[in-house]
């Protein structure tokens, strides 16, 4: 917000200097992010006086001026304007000036005559909006001084926080002011000279809603004349940010950058039958705003209406039809306080955010309403020669009752750090407006947070004061609020800097420190980690949902219920909560092959969302997507896609990892989203036969693939729930001491259908290894001649240990042909 001084100090005195003003507000929390040095800019820009004006010897449209600057010989200059005359006081810029925009301005010659500099408008000062005349000073301007001196102004820039609405307008950072020089605030004049009938028999109100709109006040203004501003207005308000456009609408802008509250204009005549309706928008309604774009209304839209239709769009932008032209003669005020919520979803839904609507946003004051619109009426009045109907026409003039918060002296000390007795807290807490009461008798309940759920603690009469919160200060509702003024307004610098003197607290582990090990352990496997919107489009839901909630690890929730819809999303695309990770992870994958990549091994850690009743319900999960090209090549190793077998032996690191035991495999063939009969359930036991992880993963299914624009290769998912992802901690290594004796290795292939799961055989080779057999890894797949087509080779390690001796190798054979004949009852071919 652009805040004059000159205009902020005709509210609160203000005796320090811009760069000190700007260091204390910055203090109080309304951070100063620049001082503008308004006027800075004119170089050689003086006062001066018109002795004679003249026609231009050879140019019908051109005028030869006789100006006094004070000293020396008067200058001729030659100017287009036609709205000035002789004994006038101008801006004139001096050969060598410079004006805003760095437009230099020399001595010239203008159709045979010497020009010795310009007369300067308001407009190419940036001093006033006009720019088709000479700016007109006033008579008692002092000659020759320089135009900066007086006309220059201090523009402080501040930063106004969204929890202090009531801070947007001059003299809510008066307020502020007062607050560290003790100055007392003085309001703007309101009263009016009021003639004619009265307002209650020229307009009408009607609200549909009351919650929507709390408070209405109209005021009658007739008989204006619609013309600029004063001058000095339009500098304020340009100094402000504000364009001028007329007296009346600069008058309502004006008084919503003074006090804060945003007043609408309409033409009266532009009103049917002097009936105002705030209401809904109705289906098919359309309006022409003020922008001149014919807009749809949406069904909650908020409306300023009359019998005939729509005028404006509540606290947001106004219509065309009912605008304030030159022909306007009456006009109506509105002044009025709307549900913020309502205004601020209207606002983004139009894209309209103005002014105005960045006020009503915040929430206003129930008084402003009476206050706004008599101080509208009078400027009106004043600067468009209005006559101010009797009355206003009010729909709730009753102001509501100021809250309360109660609060612990000892509890300000206590966390501030600071010794402040409570009178001293009493007379910091009243520089900001509030008043302060004892207790009544008995227990006090203290409330100390707000919210949904709202905290209350009861505390004794006699260590609690009462603070009365005056109600232009909607952001302060429980006890820290109040200990927050006193900090601020006491001064953040003035408080000592003290280290805590409670007790370290013991050692706590990170509850997200299995989480973080996953990361890590799988970063280290050479996978990238995403993180992706848990706001997804129903097309996510529709085409990649599993068919059923993958199982829970011990400990975890599983995943339920219905998918939760947001209800006021941002784009289509962010409609719904997710439920699964695979569809995001897909995103992920189609942007990198749309980018030209050709290898894509990712993971992400992330939750589900569902509805279980009038509950809600979250679970984590693990998500990993392999595609494209998945080994590095080699002499001795050509580039291949990835496939099932790499998700598993990714889903083995973790389980070794994570102290569990070897994975075993389920295959599947009903999920719909997976490559039928290249789909698997996934379970990780610890040694008590817990669950410590569970999961599915396979091929994603070549149509699903198509629809995401994923080509060249098949695309391998998995997801999987893990003890402790939610919270837990990594299990403590264990050191086992090495064997003094020797293991032996054997391999072993087998040759065996392409559908023939490979865990089958795993399997069977453990039950049939005997007690010796201490690990079965598979190392080597092959596909290919000799093997017919649909067979495939399955080469599988073995390891063989005795804690006792060293094995012989008449009790490894032994082993291994149990093994072999065990492969071939169960349908394999031992390749030799």
Sequence with gaps: MRVPLSWLREYVDVDLSPEALAERLTLLGMEVKSIERRGAEWQNVVVGELLSV??????????????????????????????????????????????PGDRRIERTEKMGVVSNGMLCSGDELRLTGDADGILILPSDTPLGVPLGDLFGDVVLDVDVKPNRGDALSIVGLAREVAAVTEAVVRWPDAALTEAGPPTVDRLRVDIEDPSLCPRFVGRWVAGVRVGPSPDRVQMRLLAAGIRPISNVVDASNYVMMELGKPIHTFDAAAIHDGRIVVRLARPGERLTTLDHVERELHAETLLIADPAGPLAIAGVMGGAASEVSDATRDVVVESAIFDPISIRRTAFRYGLRSEASLRFEKGQEHRLARIGADRTAKLLADWAGGAVAPGALDTNPVDPEPGRVAFRPARVNLLLGTSLSAPEQRALLERVGMEIETAPPGDVAVQVSAGERPLTVVAAAAETLVAVVPTWRRDIAIEADIIEEVARVRGYELIPATLPSTPVPAFRSSPVELRDGVRGALVGAGLAEVVTHALVSPRHLERASWARPITAADGETAAAGTPISVTNPLSADHAILRQSLVADLLDVVSTNARRGRTDVAIFEVGRGYGRVGEATQEWWRLGIALWGAFEIPAWNRPVRDADLDDAKGVIELLARYLGLGAPTYTGIADEPILHPGRAAEAVARDDQGGTGLTGRLGELHPGLAEAWEIRGGSVVVAELSIRGLTTGALPIPRAVAPSRYPDVERDVAVVVDEARPSGDLAAVIRTRGGPLLQDVRLFDVYRGAPLADGARSLAFRLRFAAEDRTLAEAEIEAAMADVMNALQEAGGRIRG
Excluded at 56 to 73: F, I, N, Q
């Design 54 to 99: 003249d026609r231009h010897p050879r140019a019908d449209r051109l005028s030869l001026t006789r100006v006094s600057v004070g000293g020396g010989e008067p200058l001729e200059v030659v100017c287009g304007a036609t709205n000035i005359a002789a004994g006038q006081r101008v801006p004139v810029a001096l050969p060598g000036a410079v004006l």
